[in-house]
């Protein structure tokens, strides 16, 4: 399945994922899905027009059978090894979107570590990242 999935396709499953986990897309995540697909240069050849078709493929595929394993096999066989921590960042950006990280994003997160093998200092370190841009004052 996944020689027929871009890395550009995978990492989109894996963010529109970690938006659905708590069973609640919201528009902020959503949002920012977006945003990040069309600035950020691990996407650049992404055809835009794409987004759309990419997110409804992705949430098919989460609500089949065994959806959540299948996300996290595709990520971790199509994507790059030099970018499994971007794929962890991008996670953590969506999770992030709207200031209130849930347990389910928690767990998912977790999931990811283990299925790429992402150092927890790593993964520490992105985490901490995101608590720094998105402080309040």
């Known amino acids: 399945m996944s020689s027929h999935i871009s890395t550009h396709d995978a990492l989109i499953y ?3 994922t970690m938006s659905a986990v708590d069973k609640a897309m919201n528009d902020a995540e959503l949002a920012r899905i977006g945003r990040l697909v069309t600035f950020l240069p691990v996407f650049d050849g992404f055809d835009e027009e794409r987004l759309v078709e990419v997110t409804r493929a992705a949430a098919e595929l989460l609500n089949g059978p065994e959806g959540l394993d299948i996300v996290l096999e595709v990520l971790r066989d199509t994507v790059p090894h030099k970018f499994y921590d971007t794929a962890y960042a991008l996670a953590v950006e969506i999770a992030s979107a709207d200031y209130n990280i849930q347990q389910e ?10 299925r790429l093998g992402l150092d927890k200092l790593t993964c520490a370190a992105i985490e901490r990242s995101a608590i720094a841009r998105f402080r309040s004052a």
Not at 105 to 114: A, G, K, N, S, T
């Open 14 to 16: 894996l963010m529109v």
């Open 105 to 114: 994003e928690i767990r998912l997160l977790q999931m990811i570590r283990d």
